[in-house]
């Protein structure tokens, strides 16, 4: 089993920058992606950015030159920089793990983050 906790959520006011951290723990040899998710109040759940262990990244458009995300297998943790943030940024963000070729099947409990405007 892998335990994925998150942490780094607050509020922030709109053009300003929080980053999110996500440690793994219990049998991360076999994480092969990390992601964060976010999911805004009655909306549903969506994709927000992926690290592979090669570090070959991939972003939403919504987030594009906005938010970066990185990985330091050494920590077995994941990062994700959020920049220029805009109030619709606001949502829970969750961090996601899987092994290769299956489905994202570990989430971290999800860290708030809320953008005034």
């Known amino acids: 089993q892998v335990q994925l906790v998150e942490s780094g959520g607050g509020l922030v006011q709109a053009g300003g920058s929080l980053r999110l951290s996500c440690a793994a723990s219990g049998r991360t040899e076999s994480i092969y992606r990390m992601a964060w998710f976010r999911q805004a109040p009655g909306k549903e759940r969506e994709f927000v950015s992926s690290?592979?262990?090669?570090?070959?990244?991939v972003y939403a458009d919504s987030v594009k030159g906005r938010f970066t995300i990185s990985r330091d297998n050494a920590k077995n943790t994941v990062y994700l920089q959020m920049n220029s943030l805009k109030p619709e940024d606001t949502a829970s963000y969750y961090c996601?793990?899987?092994?290769?070729?299956?489905?994202?099947?570990?989430w971290g409990q999800g860290t708030q983050v809320t953008v005034s405007s």
């Open positions: 996601a793990a899987n092994r290769m070729g299956e489905v994202y099947n570990y």
């Open positions: 690290c592979g262990r090669s570090s070959i990244t």
